[in-house]
């Protein structure tokens, strides 16, 4: 893949406990004209992970967009937007909710 392409590629998080509606996204994105990389956490500690480059996600690309579905919430629960808002001053994070 060129730079150029790299650099219109949007990189998005999505964490989503819900199989089913993991995969109704990946086919809706896959319908778009948008160049996206498409990463996954099943919930809000392993999106701190993801952000944090932490375990297995330590070559994990920063989010443009946080798509965060969670629908159990439990202990294990976070605010992953937090943590990319101070690592990237100035850029958007976008949050959407069903």
Known sequence: MSTQMNANMIEIL???DDPGDVR???EAL???????NLSFARDGI??????R???SFAAAPCPDII???ERKTTTRSRNPENVTR???PGK????WRP
Do not use: C, I
């Open 86 to 88: 101070r690592r990237r």
């Open 46 to 51: 392993e999106a701190l992970a993801f952000l």
């Open 14 to 16: 999505l964490v989503d």
């Open 67 to 69: 798509d965060k579905r």
């Open 24 to 26: 109704l996204t990946v």
């Open 92 to 95: 958007p994070v976008v949050k």
């Open 30 to 36: 896959k319908q778009t004209k948008m160049l996206t």
């Open 53 to 55: 480059r932490q375990g």
